[in-house]
């Protein structure tokens, strides 16, 4: 269901009427439905939207191409989950979808939902940096969670969920970085609200290298192909559900799959942390996803939430 955020102005793209064909669709690919469980005005509607939709007299319709368009019955089709995307909500733009989320949380809205954003005018990062979302070329979405555990494993569960999503070329960059070629490829901010954990992530899908800062990439620079994003963001949203569930469970599962993609571990690094500045070799992850920072004297400091530079030489 897509509805208008409490007290939140931005317009709420959605298509009522036409989830379900849309999964008796989406649960048979390829394949044709019965002209009787698709009725002729959410075909009419499908097809303003940019559906392709093929009719057989006998047969029945079957969809052959859905259209580069967030729309939250779509999404809501095509999800198999159980948590997350209960409810799922998009922007055509907002300010910024964690700010979505932090009013919805005060309205109780049920965990799991989802919000995402075709644009944000001011997206962000750790500390308040900008996260540059260019409309309608990555996905930028919030979740609303209230997890049972420390949320700096969600940070880690989450960034495992995007490399599944994306490919193992990816390359985790502790705290919260996806990267791909030393290039930033997503960013994930988890924030808390109270009993509410906040888990936002930004991945850059089908943008030009003029769409972004020289630092970062899409999925599309780094691999030559443009992406579909409505599947991407299926995935994802699934993987994302399954980390959830193994973060709670299971983290020290998580934290090898981390291990196993992370560019940090064993780097020397100089750690900031306000106004303490710490330097050592990053070690492991604690059982709360902490980084282990091992210094020259033997001791040992864990670290959370801190800016971090690798040393070179």
């Known amino acids: 269901m897509a509805c208008r955020a409490a007290g939140h102005s931005d317009k709420v793209r959605g298509m ?7 999964e008796k669709l989406y649960r048979s690919p390829g394949e044709f439905v019965s002209r009787a469980e698709a009725p002729e005005e959410a075909l009419a509607e499908l097809a303003g939207l940019g559906y392709v939709i093929e009719t057989h007299p006998h047969w029945g319709v079957r969809l052959l191409q859905s259209p580069d368009r967030l729309m939250a019955e779509d ?17 055509e733009e ?18 799991g939902t989802v919000v995402f954003a075709e644009s944000q005018t001011r997206g962000r990062g750790r500390h308040g940096r900008s996260w540059v979302s260019p409309r309608g070329k990555g996905l930028w979405f919030s979740v609303l969670l209230r997890p049972t555990f420390p949320i700096s494993r969600l940070t880690v569960a ?49 943008g030009k290298s003029e769409d972004y800062p020289a630092i970062a990439t899409s999925l599309e620079m780094a691999t030559g192909k443009a992406q579909d994003r409505v599947g991407l963001a299926v995935r994802l949203l699934a993987e994302i559900e399954d980390y959830y569930r193994k973060a709670r469970d299971d983290f020290n599962s998580v934290s090898r799959e981390w291990a196993n993609h992370c560019t940090t571990l064993g780097k020397q690094l100089i750690v900031t942390m306000g106004p ?19 210094r020259d004297n033997g001791q040992t400091e864990r670290i959370l939430g801190a800016d971090v530079t690798v040393e070179h030489g």
Do not use: H
């Open 158 to 206: 989450a960034a495992v969920a995007v490399v599944r999503t994306v490919g193992s070329s990816a390359r985790i960059k502790w705290p919260n970085d996806v990267m791909w070629d030393g290039k930033k490829l997503a960013g994930i901010l988890t924030e808390a609200r109270g009993n509410v954990a906040i888990l936002g992530v930004g991945l850059n899908v089908n």
């Open 75 to 91: 999404l809501q089709a095509r999800l198999r989950t159980r948590v997350i995307g209960r409810e799922v909500l998009v922007f």
């Open 94 to 111: 907002t300010a910024s979808t964690n700010d979505v989320v932090a009013q919805l949380a005060q309205a109780d809205r049920a965990e």
């Open 16 to 22: 009522p009427f036409t989830q379900t064909v849309l």
């Open 276 to 294: 303490r500045r710490l330097e050592g070799q990053a070690y492991a992850l604690d059982e709360n996803g902490a980084l282990i920072l091992r």
